[in-house]
């Protein structure tokens, strides 16, 4: 139980171009959506908190037009990168949780790499 | 604020040895502490959970022991094996702030045959 499925798992994208990634709870509703960021062996750093059906809270210093999130259901958030940069190229990790618990189950992550 | 501080690493042991990593938080009150385990290119998996104090939490061989005395949560296994290299990351949530966890740096391990 409590899996996690992001999709997709790498992308590679020109530089200007927006990039989409999905963020899926398989078997559980998820009342509220993470979406971090990791650099190469570095902890992670989180972006924004999303709950299902409002707008999202962004973590001081994050874009949030640069970012967009939508938690559309209590199963799907996206995180949509809007004109990538190269600098904007991470591994992108999404959690989430659901109101009976107060653990986070953490996607495989997607790749992004931007030309 | 809150803060998770790990031991730095990296860790490097032979097969079969004793681990330990060490955690310790700073928090108000009593928040859940986890250990959560990255493999190389993947996300996280939860490890285990510890949600108050003097609670053990325990999964495939390791151990860690919620101490609110001396505020640590340090991860312990009897007997590592190569399958065990990875990175493990110390963290604490709270209910007052939205449960957003709150990582440490990560401690990589690598266990050599």
């Known amino acids: 139980g409590a899996v996690v499925s992001q999709h997709p798992s790498w992308v590679i994208c020109k530089s200007g171009t927006s990039v989409k990634i999905e963020c899926r709870s398989l078997d559980f509703q998820a009342t509220t959506m993470f979406w971090y960021r990791q650099f190469p062996k570095q902890s992670l750093m989180l972006m924004a908190t999303?709950?299902?059906?409002?707008?999202?809270?962004?973590e001081q210093g994050v874009e949030k037009d640069k970012f967009l999130i939508n938690h559309a259901s209590l199963t799907l958030s996206t995180l949509t990168v809007t004109s990538a940069h190269p600098e904007d190229s991470s591994f992108y990790i999404c959690?989430?949780?659901?109101?009976?618990?107060?653990?986070?189950?953490f996607g495989p992550g997607t790749r992004l790499t931007v030309l | 604020g809150n803060s998770v501080t790990q031991m730095e690493g990296p860790v490097t042991l032979s097969e079969e040895a004793f681990l330990t990593i060490n955690c310790t938080y700073t928090?108000?009150?009593?928040?859940?502490l986890f250990w959560y385990v990255q493999y190389p290119g993947e996300g996280l998996q939860l490890l285990l959970k510890a949600t108050k104090a003097d609670d053990k939490g325990s999964n495939k061989g390791f151990e860690a022991t919620y101490r609110k005395e001396t505020t640590s949560f340090h991860l312990e296994k009897g007997s590592v094996q190569v399958s065990d290299s990875a990175v493990y990351f110390c963290?604490?949530?709270?209910?007052?702030?939205?449960?957003?966890?709150?990582f440490g740096s990560g401690t990589r391990l690598l266990v050599r045959p």
């Open positions: 928090a108000t009150g009593y928040p859940s």
């Open positions: 963290a604490l949530s709270q209910v007052d702030s939205s449960y957003k966890l709150i």
């Open positions: 959690s989430a949780r659901t109101i009976a618990t107060d653990t986070q189950y």
């Open positions: 999303s709950n299902e059906g409002s707008k999202a809270t962004y």
